[in-house]
């Protein structure tokens, strides 16, 4: 068995090698021209030379570096590598033909080979000069000449496109292939513009306007394509794959984040014809652009979709350093088609880029507040909300009418004067709202008056020696020398529950001051318990709650928005939880009223331990105190109501504003109260508005915690220190290094440009960078033609593949970069360039000679992306609900699919619930993407699973592809849906019938061939059916839409077959 | 209407004949479609493999998820018990690092194994009693007590040991085989994985595709799994009304459709489609009569025990292993899970043992008697080990231990492999390893060098450079060698 295996791999592999350098010498013919080193000789030194002889000192051996003329040509120990114009004397040459195994390079064990027609390149090289010249991909690209033609082809033209590619043909002896046919094109074009398949009807009007107006018609679908709104859903998949876009955080938890707002951007972005260079000033660094607006920061979530660990005990930098390299490496990889992670850990052995650049551009990415653990349950922070349009819309009324009421109550409270009159209501109301607080539910009440025993669970001790004047009575006060007191006894609980307080911070505070604590300030982060506890913290003016489990991995934290605790006043605040441990049930109330929230983390599950506080310090070893005083403390163990806060708020409040008002001290704000009070006392017509402006205010911010949430970039007050890290670890810490790119190697940094990620990006995108432009419109060739003019899509360094047509890259990318970066007028150029428009037909002797059709003496055809796949049979079944934007659906996906492989704990995303209703019909880019078990059709059909940057897919062809085709739910329930087309729409006759069906899946009718073993097929199965009627209703049973009752089982179950072998046709699953 | 006036002038049978379609040449075909991709990034000089004379075909990797505890399974440390309670000696621990779980522990007291070990096999393996059927079969395995790895934690620690790199994106060991030596039997995947969990407990930590994913080989490279529940192979199932006949006759006609277009378009693409279906509809005989264990005589089953008969234990696994080893399954990966015992050890140890050790030595004899071991290597172990000290606190009866990556055991066994004897040493704490270190990398090429492969030459180029399953390292480990 072996043998014959052997044999067959031999047999193989020699098929192999010949195809390869059939592909090689296609791709990359030495012509009789002069030798050019970039072209010829750089790929031999690279591959076989440079890895020792290279930039690399560590691995330099004997001392000799290839990569610069200067060392190649200098004497060395007992020769010279290379003599100019002297093949002979140069040891380059006699190495490579030595055949005494010590000599001869490259050293066999290398597993390297230099065949005879490279040694001959070599030699002819050193005769002609031994010229050296940079790498060509960091020169930037020069506008070239249009080439000249031979008459016949310059009259196929039909842009400039068309030249670089015939005058290419010209040299090989190639000829192009015809025009492939209209519909052939409109199919071809659609499926690449929007990854949707055209109707008849498109297809019929398209033919019509060829007829009438020739190449107008091409304009017009082509313009018709790239204003659909599902332009921008084809190019966000490509997109998704290098932005390593993923629903869950990936690693063995996997659990699930909400990151599809960055998907709706990114869709948006390529709708709106944003320009690239915007795109990516966006992406990396929207969040620092002057007065960032929302889809500005929001943008950042690229930058932010890189995989996160939650696994209990790691080591937390060592994944914060994870992320911040995934970073460099996917910006380098996505712009800059340079493989930069090589340098991680010691400098690059091809390229001459540093260990030292990598940190540089590192450290534009490590000064985010992120740590290395967290993102078990929910998003990793930093994160914010990021509003729908609608939902900003939304939004936007709501505040308007707030502003209506605010008006209005404002016009109400300048009409009014504080008199006499008003104290004894203001009394009243103060007595009312005393007898409203429910004291019966009051587990803690702290008057801080002195040390006493309170309740019996509750004792405050340790009472700081000082005392000030109070809200009520006298208040605790604390110098910032020790804790204001210890509270002791069962703890307060922080579910369902509301906690009030009087403040009053001194002058001199600092910015981040803690109120109440328990929290552990033992141990270090990822330790099992560090963080474990409650605080709220007085931060720069607003209250901040915080409630650990496990900080940062099961953390929540809400700071107030405008809370406005200035020092020297009184300010009543109110904590409430309303019930369960997501960041949405925190309320905060200020002076009776809720303020808006910021949420910075939501990554609870249950609630700490931790029993006890500190008032006015917290547990770490140098805590900051809070200096100021605090009164009336109120622990509630059910959830206050709104007015019932409001109530807790005026006991104290009124008659501390109508003392001090008396004795004429009061404040601003103590009149406001007073004023407010006296018009909810006697005026009912402000009881009315503030009610509802309450009620509207209730409303808006409920509507603001429902707001998708998004993990997106910030810079953290105080930059982070970069260094080298020695071999690439951690916790090695080399050289230090601050922001900076490869300058000298590709482009200066710009004038003025700033040493942040916006500075960065000015730098990627300046015109004469050398890499952006190109490898951006290389990857958009990609996507049209199915391989890059340089085929390494991710690699333009001297390793990367020679580009089959240089001049053409180059043309494009002047073409788009200084055309404004246009992506649509890139895209329409392509389209309907002749070359795109060539029929893919190809001859045996072609496909022999240019199996990947890097020549382009065809048309492009390859099997579609496994989104698209699924889309077109969904969308020409007639199930496809094509609503853009969104959160992630569920569509039909094996039971049990996780069972097994998911981490044994509920975290979200672990558990798949399937979509009901449209959702199991929308585009396949919009389905939750889980990166340890994405959707099995997707990794079927070569999608990556998206756990770092991708920006090619293989393309294979596999028996599990035919399977999923043939029994995957939403094929079957696709075919189901076309038997039903095929019956109510393709007429009485089967022949059209088939051919309808045809026709939505291939874009052309049939031939009458097609047509027999269709028909032959229907004939077969309807009797086959119509004998066993059972058997049909049973195989018309899948999917979760209707079954059309009006129809024959038999023979819809028979119609249903022919379909789905339609949709199983290379052809449909192929563009043409 | 009557279907004749559709019908052909010609048979599938002509059909295929005329197209040159059978069998062979659909192996043939499928190689022209598919290996030419493969050839995208593999440089045109791709060496032959195997590179020397194999001990080996085919691999059958036993993986115990979570890092199985050494110290209770196959390194005895009397020291322990002797020491019990007392803190782990700096000089033992020399400032290497700890996870993030202990790390604010105030002491790491040791901890000895509550089991007894018995000394089995002509090497004198010390094996646990948690473990009889394994010591029974002490003399056909090598024990490795010398393993070390990089990693202490499950995600990077799992991923190193199946594709050499601790970060994701690298293809595993059973891709880079099957892109090396490719397939024996055209009517099944040649990488197929199968998962089992612990019977009592829980699942453990979570398993992730790209743990047989093809990284950046291409995908027909990834594992298939065979799943437990439903269809064992995603879609497998045809519909309900599609009976095999009925699939065949549609089958017929997508093939004769994708020939029609083959010869206008001429892409060979089209031929690799028609053989894929072609291999897809006999995977839909192959797989489930792979599965079905009807045939199976009783002595067979009990050999593998009473769990045997429960779809997706680990039993019935092993005994799925060796139906696909014999029908030529290049490489077998089995994954069972809940082996991570940081707390209650002494609660799941006896019950995760009593799920794997008589289906693992079954697996061992199984292949014996049919004269498969021979040619099969076989690998039991998880991806670090456990610690010397308690997590929490030590007692003698009840405790936990936490992930430890620079010491631990597995077992080897079959193709090429010198059976019946013990390799490295650890230190009486069993903490470092002092003798014939075994790292990942080297295990990796060990495994490809029973398979004929000199794993510095199996090299796939990617984003310009040759990527191996042993990075820049390994060291095949020749003393474990026959």
């Given amino acids: 068995m072996l043998g014959a295996m052997t044999r067959k791999l031999a047999s193989h592999a020699a098929l192999l090698f010949l195809l390869t350098a059939l592909a090689l010498r296609a791709a990359a013919a030495p012509s009789p021209k002069r030798v050019e080193f970039n072209r010829d000789i750089r790929p031999i030194l690279s591959e076989n030379c440079l890895y020792c002889h290279g930039q690399d000192p560590k691995n330099r051996k004997a001392g000799l570096r290839l990569d610069v003329r200067e060392d190649a040509l200098a004497p060395h120990d007992d020769g010279t590598a290379i003599v100019p114009g002297k093949p002979e004397s140069s040891d380059l040459i006699t190495r490579l033909a030595s055949t005494d195994k010590d000599e001869v390079m490259p050293p066999p064990k290398s597993n390297r080979r230099v065949t005879p027609e490279q040694a001959a390149l070599l030699r002819r090289w050193i005769a002609e000069g031994a010229e050296y010249q940079k790498h060509w991909a960091f020169i930037p690209p020069a506008r070239p000449a249009l080439p000249e033609l031979s008459a016949e082809n310059s009259a196929r033209v039909r842009n400039p496109i068309d030249r670089f590619v015939l005058a290419r043909l010209e040299t090989e002896g190639l000829a192009p292939s015809p025009e492939a046919a209209p519909n052939a094109w409109l199919r071809r074009v659609s499926l690449d513009l929007t990854g949707l398949p055209p109707t008849p009807r498109e297809i019929d009007d398209f033919m019509s306007d060829v007829t009438a107006r020739g190449e107008a018609a091409y304009e017009a679908a082509s313009d018709r394509l790239l204003a659909s709104p599902h332009f921008g859903e084809r190019l966000a998949i490509d997109w998704l794959d290098a932005a390593r876009y993923g629903d869950t955080h990936g690693f063995n938890n996997d659990s699930g984040r909400t990151m599809w707002r960055w998907r709706d951007w990114v869709i948006d972005a390529f709708n709106s014809n944003k320009p690239y260079d915007r795109f990516i000033t966006e992406q990396l660094a929207g969040d620092l652009l002057p007065q960032a607006t929302l889809d500005q920061r929001l943008a950042t979530g690229f930058c932010r979709n890189h995989v996160i660990n939650s696994e209990g005990g790691i080591i937390d930098e060592e994944y914060r350093v994870e992320y911040v390299s995934d970073r460099v490496r996917t910006m380098s990889m996505a712009w800059m088609g340079l493989t930069m992670e090589c340098c991680r850990c010691h400098d690059h052995k091809y390229d001459p880029v540093t260990q030292r650049d990598y940190y540089r551009l590192f450290s534009f990415f490590n000064n985010v507040p992120e740590f290395g653990e967290d993102g078990r349950n929910g998003n990793a922070a930093p994160i914010m909300p990021a509003p729908t349009r609608e939902q900003s819309a939304e939004l936007r009324r709501a505040e308007?009418?707030?502003?209506?009421?605010?008006?209005?109550?404002?016009?109400?409270?300048?009409?009014?004067?504080?008199?006499?009159?008003?104290?004894?209501?203001?009394?009243?109301?103060?007595?009312?709202?005393?007898?409203?607080?429910?004291?019966?539910?009051?587990?803690?009440?702290?008057?801080?008056?002195?040390?006493?025993?309170?309740?019996?669970?509750?004792?405050?001790?340790?009472?700081?020696?000082?005392s000030a004047a109070g809200v009520a009575g006298r208040a605790w006060h604390s110098d910032g020398t020790s804790a204001l007191a210890r509270i002791e006894g069962k703890k307060i609980k922080f579910d369902k529950s509301s906690l009030a307080f009087w403040l009053r911070p001194d002058a001199e505070n600092p910015h981040d001051a803690p109120l109440f604590s328990n929290q552990n300030y033992g141990g270090v982060p990822a330790g099992s318990s560090y963080g474990n506890g409650q605080e709220i913290r007085l931060v720069d003016g607003e209250i901040d709650v915080r409630i650990n489990q496990r900080f940062p991995a099961y953390a929540l934290r809400v700071v107030s928005k405008g809370a406005e605790i200035i020092p020297g006043a009184w300010r009543h605040v109110t904590v409430s939880w309303t019930g369960g441990n997501r960041a949405e049930g925190v309320h905060i109330f200020i002076d009776g009223c809720e303020v808006a929230t910021r949420i910075v983390n939501d990554g609870l599950t249950g609630f700490p331990s931790a029993v006890g506080y500190l008032l006015g310090a917290d547990g770490a070893a140098d805590s900051v105190k809070y200096r100021g005083s605090i009164d009336e403390i109120r622990a509630f163990d059910r959830l206050l109501t709104r007015a019932e806060i409001h109530a807790v708020f005026e006991r104290d409040a009124l008659p501390y504003a109508l003392t001090q008002i008396l004795s004429g001290d009061a404040g601003v704000r103590e009149r406001g109260w007073l004023r407010d009070g006296a018009l909810e006392a006697t005026d009912p017509a402000w009881r009315v508005e503030a009610e509802q402006r309450g009620e509207a205010w209730e409303k808006y911010l409920a509507l603001r915690r429902s707001l998708p949430e998004v993990m997106v970039m910030s810079e953290m007050a105080k930059p982070r220190q970069a260094y080298v890290l020695t071999r690439g670890n951690y916790d090695a810490h080399g050289e230090a290094v601050s922001p900076g790119a490869p300058e000298e190697l590709l482009a200066p940094w710009p004038a003025g440009a700033p040493r942040n990620r916006l500075g960065l990006a000015r730098w990627l995108t300046q015109p004469n960078q050398p890499l952006v432009g190109r490898v951006v419109v290389n990857r958009f060739w990609a996507q049209l033609f199915g391989t890059g003019i340089v085929k390494t899509l991710a690699d333009f360094g001297s390793q990367g593949e020679w580009p089959s047509h240089p001049e053409l890259l180059d043309w494009l990318a002047r073409e788009f970069v200084d055309g404004g970066w246009n992506v649509k007028a890139l895209f329409r150029t392509m389209v309907l360039s002749a070359t795109y428009r060539q029929d893919s037909?190809?001859?045996?002797?072609?496909?022999?000679?240019?199996?990947?059709?890097?020549?382009?003496?065809?048309g492009p055809r390859f099997r579609l992306p496994a989104e698209i796949i699924r889309d077109q049979a969904l969308a020409i079944s007639g199930l496809l609900k094509n609503r853009v934007g969104g959160p992630s659906v569920y569509p039909y996906q094996p039971e049990k699919l996780y069972d097994g492989l998911v981490v044994a704990a509920s975290y979200p995303g672990t558990h798949w619930e399937p979509s009901k209703g449209d959702d199991l019909y929308r585009r396949s880019l919009y389905t939750f993407w889980k990166r340890t078990v994405p959707h099995p059709v997707m990794i079927a059909f070569d999608a990556p699973d998206r756990e770092f940057c991708t920006v090619s897919r293989s393309s294979t062809n596999t028996p599990l592809q035919a399977l999923a085709l043939m029994n995957e739910p939403t094929f079957l329930e696709a075919s189901r849906k076309l038997g039903e087309r095929m019956l109510k729409e393709g007429g009485a006759d089967d022949a059209a019938r088939v051919a309808m069906v045809f026709e939505l899946a291939t874009g052309r009718l049939p031939f009458e061939e097609e047509t027999r073993v269709l028909l032959r097929t229907l004939c077969r199965f309807r009797d086959q059916f119509n004998c066993d009627p059972d058997s049909a209703r049973a195989f018309l049973n899948v999917g979760a839409s209707p079954v059309d009752a009006s129809l024959a089982p038999a023979d819809l179950a028979a119609c249903s077959v022919v379909a789905g072998m339609i949709l199983n046709l290379d052809e449909t699953i192929s563009k043409n | 209407m009557s279907c004749h006036q559709y019908e052909s002038a010609f048979t599938r049978r002509d059909f295929l004949a005329k197209t040159g379609l059978g069998i062979g040449a659909a192996a043939l075909a499928q190689m022209l479609g598919t290996e030419a991709k493969a050839s995208d990034a593999a440089t045109a000089a791709a060496p032959l493999f195997p590179n020397f004379a194999p001990k080996a075909k085919r691999v059958i990797c036993l993986f115990q998820s979570g890092g199985p505890s050494h110290l209770d399974l196959f390194d005895n440390k009397p020291l322990l018990s002797k020491r019990f309670n007392e803190d782990l000696p700096d000089s033992v621990r020399q400032g290497q690092r700890i996870t993030g779980m202990v790390a604010s522990q105030a002491r790491l007291a040791l901890q000895p194994s509550k089991y007894s070990f018995k000394q089995s096999g002509p090497g004198g393996a010390w094996i646990s009693d948690l473990l009889p059927h394994t010591q029974a079969i002490a003399g056909d395995i090598c024990v490795v007590n010398s393993m070390f790895t990089d990693a202490i934690n499950h995600d990077p620690a799992i991923t190193f040991f199946q594709t050499g790199s601790q970060q994701p994106g690298r293809p595993s060991m059973g891709s880079w085989i099957d892109y090396g030596l490719?397939?024996?039997?055209?009517?099944?995947?040649?990488?197929?994985v199968l998962i089992s969990v612990a019977t009592k407990g829980g699942a453990g930590q979570g398993l992730l595709a790209r743990l047989w994913g093809n990284g950046f080989l291409p995908s027909r490279y990834q594992g298939v799994q065979f799943r437990a529940a439903g269809d064992p192979v995603l879609y497998l199932s045809d519909p309900e009304g599609m009976t095999r006949d009925r699939r065949r006759v549609m089958l017929d006609g997508i093939d004769e459709l994708n020939r029609m277009q083959f010869e206008r378009v001429g892409d060979p693409e089209i031929e690799t489609r028609i053989s894929q279906y072609e291999m897809a509809y006999r995977m839909q005989s192959s797989v489930p009569e792979l599965m079905d264990l009807a045939g199976e005589p009783q002595h067979a089953l009990d050999l593998y025990g009473p769990d045997v008969t429960k779809p997706g234990s680990f039993a019935r696994n092993c005994m799925l292993a060796r139906r696909l080893a014999e029908r030529g399954t290049r490489f077998i990966q089995l994954y069972h899970r809940d082996w991570d015992h940081h707390g209650e050890l002494q609660n799941r140890m006896p019950s995760i043992c009593q799920d794997v050790d008589q289906p693992s030595a079954a697996l061992v004899q199984d292949l014996k008697q049919r004269g498969l071991l021979d040619d099969t290597l076989i690998i039991w172990g998880g991806e670090f080990g456990r610690t010397p000290y308690a997590q929490g606190n030590a007692n003698r009866e009840k405790y936990g231990r936490d992930h430890h990556g620079k010491a631990f055991s597995i077992w080897m066994a079959g193709g090429g492999i010198r059976p019946g004897i013990v390799h490295g040493k650890t230190d009486d704490f069993g903490f470092n390893v002092v003798e014939n270190g075994v790292h990942i990398h080297d295990l990796q090429a060990t495994i490809l060098s029973c398979l004929g492969i000199d794993h510095t030459k199996l090299t796939y180029k990617f984003q310009g450079r040759q990527f191996r399953l042993t990075d820049v390292h390994g060291e095949v480990v020749r003393a474990i060698l026959t």
């Fill in chain 2, 182 to 192: 490719g397939r024996m039997n055209e009517n099944l995947p040649a990488f197929v």
């Fill in chain 1, 841 to 858: 037909k190809v001859s045996a002797a072609l496909a022999a000679r240019d199996p990947e059709n890097r020549l382009l003496a065809r």
């Fill in chain 1, 400 to 466: 308007q009418g707030i502003a209506a009421f605010d008006a209005k109550l404002e016009k109400m409270r300048a009409a009014r004067d504080w008199s006499d009159a008003d104290v004894e209501p203001i009394k009243k109301l103060a007595a009312e709202a005393a007898a409203k607080t429910p004291e019966k539910k009051q587990s803690l009440y702290l008057p801080c008056e002195n040390a006493q025993p309170v309740r019996d669970a509750w004792s405050a001790v340790d009472v700081a020696p000082l």
